[in-house]
């Protein structure tokens, strides 16, 4: 027999999870002796529930398992709601559990009575989850634990949200949780009638050539999916051009001569120029939504003359945008096997050598916007001069975060990524401040790796104190603040209206140094780009954390250029 608490820690560690993130309160309470008793699983203390579930994202994405956190229901899970989201709608697996009065207690009136009667916690997770449901008894928790581990597997893979009644914490149960099948994390079935279907366009149908400009768009699946490296020899097997969504940036090197870096949003030239080249006859897509972002607003110019073939886990992502006969459910590793079968590699081979000298002529043109701000002097300090100076200064294997505003788009531009979950975005609701608790999560799932995150002095203001968690548990994470007092996204528009805008849009230049000591963080104020360098190399050379506020400009443009023109566009060839 065992209480209902120690059925769940015992159940997270049998799933390998190592770490908790969790703020206490009444309604948890009895997990504080039950952690004493589990000193596998580590407890980290959020500053506020948002963080919490924002470090259990961060641990998902960079372990590849999934990230757990603890909170009361009603205020907790409440301050919880847009972490759930963001991980909703970047696919991220993260277990939300919150307390709640006793199952007798419901509606009688009791202090933070979260139950149907008030809040109604599991239906306030709901939309915002995967599965959400209240455990009505200690009887059902073995199974409603399992249910919503399988529902958080997917596909789609997401959030999920248990509510956990005080009496089913302290009741007692007699079974132990049985750890899921690792294989089903990952996937490996694949439909192939689709797959020899879509894969028509590459071979050419009768008298028909194969189709000799063939380039790759790799998105989240290749990631999920654990098959970078099979990407990286198909590409160089058949020479074959690969960009990636800013979702999926380092699932293919991007040092590598065949890398095109990212495409859409924040984007590359070669990208853009690939992609949406007149001559290119088929793009392979590897688990990507094909969202907004990902396709250069839906451009009009990305239309390859023999289509789009979409690989997807999801028949819904594929429902969405691909055209009947081109869509293939199923993993992104799995179809890599199949277009390596011989029926396809002639197909590859014949366009060798046109894809040699189209990759060389797109490469011959410069691959960033405006490098010359890569090496800038002006003060306030140009935000790219910063990315790219960190870029040289971190470790290859380290991981960057970034969170939301013009530093995602500098950052996106100008940092390149060599490794899968070595970049970590929350690119699709792209909450702000988001990436402070999530670094602090990656390092705890990668100890021993350098965590970067670049955020904003906007970011700061809405999670920065979740960097106190890092101090605490001496994570050694850098947090890299662009700080250009401003809502820079938004002020960027907003100050081309008038003062007004410009007004609301600005931020007083706060010392986030002077706060990341307060914190018992070290720290450094960078106002001179000739002291970029040695801030972030006396970061690295620390095992703990430093945050390093650079005094950035505000008015320096976004290098997404080709993204806004492809934008503007769109409003007028409907
Ligand atoms: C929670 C949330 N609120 C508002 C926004 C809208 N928004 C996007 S970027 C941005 C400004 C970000 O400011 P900062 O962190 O200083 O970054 P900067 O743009 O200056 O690099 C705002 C308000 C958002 N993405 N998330
Ligand atoms: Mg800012």
């Not at 259990?56 to 909170?71: M, N, P």
């Not at 000591?517 to 620390?542: F, M």
Request: hydrophobic share 45%; proline share 6%; charged share 20%.
């Amino acid at each position: 027999m065992a209480l209902g608490t120690d059925y769940i820690l015992d159940a997270l560690i049998r799933e390998k999870i190592d770490h908790l993130f969790m703020v206490p309160g009444g309604l948890v309470d009895p997990f504080l002796p039950a952690l004493g008793r589990f000193p596998t699983i580590k407890p980290i203390v959020a500053a506020q529930e948002g963080g919490a579930a924002y470090m259990a994202d961060g641990y998902a994405r960079a372990s590849g398992r999934f990230g757990a956190a603890l909170a009361i229901g009603g205020p907790g899970l409440g301050n919880m709601v847009t972490a759930m989201a963001a991980a909703r709608t970047d696919s991220s697996r993260v277990l939300i559990m919150s307390g709640e009065v006793a199952v007798e207690m419901e509606g009688l009136g009791a202090f933070q009575d979260a139950s149907y009667e008030t809040f109604d916690d599991p239906v306030l997770a709901a939309p915002v989850t995967r599965f959400s449901t209240s455990v009505d008894s200690v009887a059902n928790l073995n199974h409603l634990f399992r249910r919503a581990l399988t529902e958080m597997i997917g596909p789609p893979s997401g959030p999920v949200h248990l509510s956990l009644p005080h009496d089913v914490l302290t009741g007692d149960i007699a079974v132990n949780h049985v750890p899921l099948d690792p294989a089903l994390f990952h996937s490996r079935g694949i439909d192939a009638d689709m797959a020899d279907l879509a894969l028509e366009r590459l071979r050419g149908g009768t008298g028909e050539k194969p189709a000799l400009k063939v380039a790759i768009l790799a998105g989240a699946g290749v990631e999920h999916g654990g098959c970078s490296q099979t990407l990286v020899k198909l590409a160089e097997r058949f020479q074959i051009p690969v960009a990636t969504t800013l979702r999926a940036k380092g699932t293919f090197p991007e040092d590598h001569p065949l890398s095109l870096g990212v495409f859409g949003y924040a984007g590359t030239r070669h990208a853009t120029s690939a992609l949406l080249s007149s001559d290119i006859e088929l793009l392979i897509v590897l688990g990507s939504g094909l969202n907004e972002r990902d396709t250069m607003h839906w451009s009009s110019r990305l239309k390859p003359s023999r289509g789009v073939i979409s690989v997807n886990l999801s028949p819904k992502a594929i429902a969405i945008e691909t055209t009947a006969g081109l869509g293939v459910v199923g993993d992104c590793g799995a179809f890599l096997d199949i277009l390596a079968q011989e029926k396809n590699t002639s197909a590859f081979e014949a366009g060798i050598a046109d894809r040699k000298s189209w990759i060389a002529t797109i490469r011959s043109g410069p691959r960033f916007y405006d490098t010359e701000h890569l090496e800038s002097d002006m003060m306030p300090i140009h935000p790219a001069r910063v990315v790219g100076t960190a870029r040289k200064v971190l470790p290859r294997d380290a991981i960057a975060l970034v969170d939301s505003g013009a530093h995602r788009a500098f950052t996106g531009h100008y940092f390149d990524a060599y490794a899968p979950r070595t970049y970590i975005s929350a690119t699709n609701l792209g909450p702000m401040g988001w990436g402070i608790p999530a670094a602090i999560g990656v390092s705890c799932a990668r100890p021993g790796t350098k965590v970067a995150l670049f955020t904003g002095d906007g970011c700061m203001q809405m999670h920065g104190i979740e960097i106190a968690v890092a101090a605490r548990y001496k994570l050694p994470v850098i947090f890299i603040v662009l700080n250009n007092a401003a809502l820079g996204n938004v002020w960027l528009r907003a100050h081309t209206l008038g003062p007004v805008p410009a007004e609301l849009t600005s931020i007083p230049d706060h010392d986030w140094a002077g706060f990341a000591r307060a914190l018992g963080l070290q720290a450094a104020t960078v106002k001179n780009p000739s002291d970029i360098a040695a801030a972030l190399e006396r970061a690295v050379a620390l095992d703990g954390p430093f945050l390093i506020d650079f005094k950035t400009e505000k008015n320096t443009p976004t290098p997404v250029y080709d993204f806004s023109q492809e934008a503007k566009r769109w409003s007028y060839h409907e």
